[in-house]
């Protein structure tokens, strides 16, 4: 059942460690300064999706493109036809589910099993310009802010590295595992999630104490000096989603709800007690939040979109009894997510239909941003883990063992499998990132992927 109550105000276990009056306000993901340059002063202004920083063509600097994680780059383009793998990087990590991010003409990736690092590799050829070890492998993409990177690891360290040189400008050590949620960096502060710490299998009553909540961490970009943290879940929730960040708001979901959080104090703007996924994140855009639930039991998948300011709801879109884990983008006035479902059989006499239900399907859905309504949908491969990414009138996808590339009007472009030297071809949970002409995309063999246009 969905409960639609929202919860303004309150917090009990936020604990706010250092004031944050007196800040130097800086930019977000798509601000860039040269090392050593002091960070520009903050402009009031609204910036216009038009009016983009100069170098964002080659860039793709966090998750999701930008604070608002909204996967759109709008001056960025990628192959729109006769695909191919351009090169391959080898991480020597097991796997590379993490996404990639890009600023300039160099690529930065994380290794996602042991012994995990940092790799910076130059676009065009795929040659590794740095390599930064890390205390635990990175699960999460990075952000790359002002010539500085940051990532947190299964170690419990958050790392920032400098992108010239790969060397370490400051790590700290929060007691608490880093997992999938990636930094997102806005106006001098970084916001991540963590799964909180504890053994990894619960034997008893003395392993059950050693449980800490998750939270939401708030540090100083420029000291790593932790801000606030907001940590007011049960014990067993985690927060694996990427949080959101637009108008003083951090937006982000657990378990069984979405969040708003004021950046400076970490105190509750508000909450919904919605069925979500604490893997799922959402996206900010023309003052809704955007979040596609997960089905879970008798509650089917759907997209929502609330308002940014009051977490109320806007409208919702049926997304069916389908797998959803991932975060919608948003351009242009049009929401795209990716959803797949499986057919179930039992094995038990009878025929196939008695014995199984559901179909076996992958879909790219693009709905309407502000009526809700339904666009169109695409028919992609299945199993999709991976976020979409949209640029030039192309949206990228990551399903199953490869990349699909469907149009803005709802035409498939292409389609590329990707093989292995594994027996099982890789699959495909990270995210793309379009810059340069090519898109760019981590696999489970533990290859960092580039492709263009042959």
Request: one cysteine or more; proline letters at 5%; glycine letters at 12%.
């Amino acid at each position: 059942m969905i409960d639609d109550e929202v919860s303004n105000g309150g917090w009990s276990r936020r604990r706010a460690i250092a004031a944050v009056g007196g800040m130097v306000a800086v930019g977000g993901c798509l601000t860039e300064s040269k090392p050593g340059q002091s960070p520009p002063a903050q402009d009031t202004t609204p910036e216009s999706e038009d009016e983009e920083d100069s170098s964002a063509s080659d860039s793709w600097p966090c998750f999701g493109y930008d604070a608002g994680n909204r996967g759109s780059a709008p001056a960025a383009s990628g192959p729109t036809q006769n695909p191919q793998v351009e090169w391959t990087f080898d991480a020597g990590t097991p796997t590379m589910n993490s996404s990639p991010v890009v600023l300039e003409d160099v690529v930065y990736t994380t290794g996602t099993g042991d012994p995990g690092g940092i790799r910076a590799v130059e676009t065009s050829s795929g040659k590794q310009v740095w390599k930064f070890d890390t205390d635990g492998y990175v699960s999460s993409a990075p952000a790359v802010v002002d010539g500085v990177l940051y990532a947190g690891t299964w170690g419990k360290q958050f790392y920032a590295v400098d992108i010239e040189s790969g060397n370490q400008r400051w790590t700290v050590d929060v007691g608490h595992r880093f997992s999938s949620s990636s930094p997102v960096v806005a106006d001098g502060r970084i916001f991540v999630g963590t799964i909180g710490d504890g053994p990894l299998v619960v034997s008893g009553p003395e392993d059950e104490e050693k449980f800490e909540a998750c939270a939401l961490f708030a540090f100083d970009a420029e000291t790593g000096n932790e801000l606030w943290r907001y940590d007011d879940f049960g014990e067993r929730d985690h927060i694996e989603s990427s949080p959101a960040v637009a108008d003083g708001r951090v937006h982000f979901t657990g378990e069984n709800a979405v969040y708003a959080l004021d950046v400076e104090t970490g105190e509750v703007v508000w909450s919904r007690n919605i069925v979500g996924s604490s893997y799922a994140s959402p996206a900010v855009g023309d003052e809704l939040v955007y979040y596609a639930a997960p089905y879970r039991g008798d509650s089917p998948s759907r997209l929502w979109a609330l308002n940014a300011e009051t977490g109320e709801t806007r409208w919702t879109y049926g997304l069916g009894n389908t797998s959803q884990k991932i975060s919608p983008a948003v351009a242009d006035g049009t929401v795209y997510v990716p959803a797949s479902s499986s057919r179930v059989c039992l094995l038990s006499g009878g025929s196939d239909d008695d014995n199984c239900s559901g179909v076996t399907r992958g879909r790219l859905y693009a709905v309407d941003a502000k009526a809700g309504t339904e666009r169109w949908k695409a028919e992609i491969k299945t199993d999709t883990r991976s976020s979409p990414a949209v640029a030039d009138g192309v949206v990228y996808v990551g399903c199953r063992n490869g990349v699909s590339a469907v149009t803005v009007d709802g035409e498939n472009a292409w389609r590329l499998d990707f093989e292995g030297e594994r027996e099982d071809s890789p699959y495909v949970e990270s995210s793309p990132a379009v810059a340069a002409g090519r898109v760019f995309i981590g696999a489970s063999d533990g290859q960092l992927r580039s492709i263009s246009e042959e």
